[in-house]
């Protein structure tokens, strides 16, 4: 059985369709990526899955139960993890979890040792018995994890759960998340704008875009697919640069992305004398020049023509060079 | 089975966030004293009561009647309180139904708007008014029915709305006209007929008038007979819970 099934799942607010005719299947057991610009229907196709939104046609199964059908059923066998904060901040840490359990009906012999377990698990257990107001933002995150858990879900959903935390935080997320697969039968629905994370994390990634699935392979398989090695040039005339490139046919796609051009090739070595002589012969000035493997976010800029976070400023070119290799 | 687990942990948190808020239950404690020592007092000494009674006794009912208003009122806030800070979402998506979670803010709000009534009640001593036990054992349920009603009042509302600062608007547009034409300050009997309609419609005053039966026991001739209270106050309390449920199964 797969831990979900999408038939034809499809999303209409008024005539426009947020989310076209999308199948996917999902088997049992580690991470599967959802990733895809802002807008491009992640959302709405995980609160459809959650059943908080009801699909306008098609359905999906999820741990077996069909959404439109069983949503009571779907809800028991999983977890989400919002985007925003949703803990109750004058209730304590465990509090918060004592009420999940009672709205998910864990049964009151578990229901000790089931808060005890996911506390320890993301290490707030002398931290239980205080009031979330005084929780930072990372250990608030850590408690809507383990929030997410208490009741033993098949399937959890997590929604951009690092957004916004600080490196350290972030590791120690992924990590109990690790842990997590390691002891437990469960799968995690992931979405997330750091695209590391997903590379290293996920068996599966789904490229989602205006509503439709644009690819879905294992991480290595779709860097493989696009093939070659990605030139990323800064220069003071991006898009002559592009046209001039173009025109010489040297290059598989070349692509702007933010203040960048990048320019995927078969061979970087052999290609890049070429790149920097067009340059060149068309008096454009080169600020910068780096090359690398194809990362997931060529891929995804492959697939959807942006940048995951275009214009995402100082981050985004920060994560750039830390993964970018200088030129040799 | 599990639906009334979950409509008890949602009336337990509602409870248990009240409490805690210290500052407001101390507000709420001065405000009903406020109004029974220095306006009681002033203005009845300047008015003749054509009752029987001294005026600060006769108010006081009608402020037991204000405070389950005004508290149920504002803790209809929390719905909005929820769904800005995010908590909403996590009780939508538990397996539990729109209707029991209505129910049990609802019931929350009504133990909160109680708790407050009951410290109000014991407030009586100060103004001679006796509370015996027979007394407390008859007003409590009375409260309830008062409550559930002005409850669901402020939850609807805010079902329509988003934000904080209009839900307290329209809060002030609902309290006062409700507590001002309930009978709680004077009597309704003199006023002019036009008036007197609204009066009439107004379910707070029913509730003011049984209080005043129970608490004031045989002392106040009553405006309408008890029977006829309880079955308007009751009535209201059913459309109301009916408008609210169905208000909050709207949204999304």
Sequence with gaps: MNAIETMDLTKKFGSLTVVDSVNIKVEQGGIFGLLGPNGAGKSTIISMLCTILKPTSGTALVNGYDIVKFPSQVRKSIGIVFQDPSVDDRLTGKENLEMHADLYGVPASEKRSQIDKVLELVELSDRGNDLVRNYSSGMRRRLEIARSLVHTPKVLFLDEPTIGLDPQSRDHIWSYIRELLKTEDITIILTTHYMEEADKLCKQVAIVDRGQIVALDTPESLKEKLGGETITVKSQNNPLYVEKIKEAGIAKSVVIAGDEVKVTVDSAHTILPSIVNIAALNHIFIESISLQEPQLDDVFLHYTGRALREGGGKELSGMGAIMRRQIR | ?252
Aim: charged share 10%.
């Design chain 2, 1 to 252: 089975m599990s639906e009334l687990r979950g409509i008890y942990t949602l009336w337990q948190r509602e409870i248990k966030r009240y409490l805690r808020e210290r500052t407001r239950l101390a507000s709420s404690f001065f405000q009903p004293l406020l109004w029974l020592v220095i306006f009681g007092s002033g203005l009845g000494l300047s008015i003749r009561s054509s009752t029987g009674l001294n005026y600060q006794e006769y108010i006081f009912p009608g402020i037991i009647g204000q405070t389950l208003l005004f508290t149920s009122m504002f803790m209809g806030i929390s719905l909005i309180w929820d769904r800005q800070f995010g908590f909403l979402k996590e009780i939508l998506v538990a397996p539990i139904s729109r209707i029991s979670i209505f129910v049990g803010k609802m019931l929350g709000v009504s133990t909160d708007s109680m708790i407050q009534g009951m410290i109000v009640l014991m407030l009586g001593f100060l103004i001679g008014v006796k509370i015996t036990l027979p007394i407390v054992i008859k007003v409590i349920p009375l409260m309830l029915l008062v409550t559930l009603g002005t409850a669901c009042i402020g939850l609807t509302l805010a079902c329509f709305m988003d934000s904080l600062e209009s839900y307290g608007t329209i809060m002030t547009f609902v309290n006062m006209p409700m507590f001002f034409l309930s009978g709680a300050l004077f009597p309704v009997n003199n006023l002019p007929s036009w008036l007197q309609w609204v009066v009439y419609v107004n379910p707070l005053t029913y509730g003011v008038d049984a209080l005043r039966i129970v608490i004031l026991d045989g002392a106040y001739v009553s405006s309408f007979p008890l029977y006829m209270d309880l079955t308007i106050i009751i009535a209201f309390d059913v459309f109301m819970i009916l408008a609210g449920t169905y208000s909050f199964s709207l949204r999304k």
